[in-house]
């Protein structure tokens, strides 16, 4: 069973920065699209960004410009660089990696916490 394990997340202030990133255990059949989600409290669980294993990437519009993804496919680990943070930043962030083959399935990490906070 896949096993993904996120880390890099914690306390910054306004306008700093941190680096997510997440290695998978499995193998990451292509085609397959990994990426990260964040649900604040209080709030539903929202796409921050993903990215296939060709390179093709989708932003939110709330971190566009001020976040990017990436991914290595050799090493099964995504990463996450958030610049400009701000304190609607603050959520649990969650990897995922979504796969058709062997056959469809999604899986998730446990989640790290980023705070953004003065």
């Known amino acids: 069973q896949m096993r993904l394990v996120e880390s890099g997340g914690g306390l910054v202030q306004p306008g700093g920065s941190l680096r997510l990133s997440c290695a998978a255990s499995g193998t990451i059949f292509r085609p397959s699209v990994m990426g990260w989600y964040r649900q604040a409290p209080g709030k539903q669980r929202e796409l921050v960004a993903d990215?296939?294993?060709?390179?093709?990437?989708n932003y939110a519009d709330s971190v566009k410009g001020r976040f990017t993804i990436s991914r290595d496919n050799a090493k099964n680990t995504v990463w996450l660089q958030m610049n400009s943070l701000q304190p609607e930043d603050t959520a649990v962030y969650y990897c995922?990696?979504?796969?058709?083959?062997?056959?469809?399935?999604?899986?998730w990490g446990q989640g790290t916490q980023v705070t953004v906070s003065s």
């Open positions: 995922n990696v979504h796969l058709i083959f062997p056959r469809m399935s999604e899986h």
């Open positions: 990215i296939s294993n060709g390179g093709s990437t």
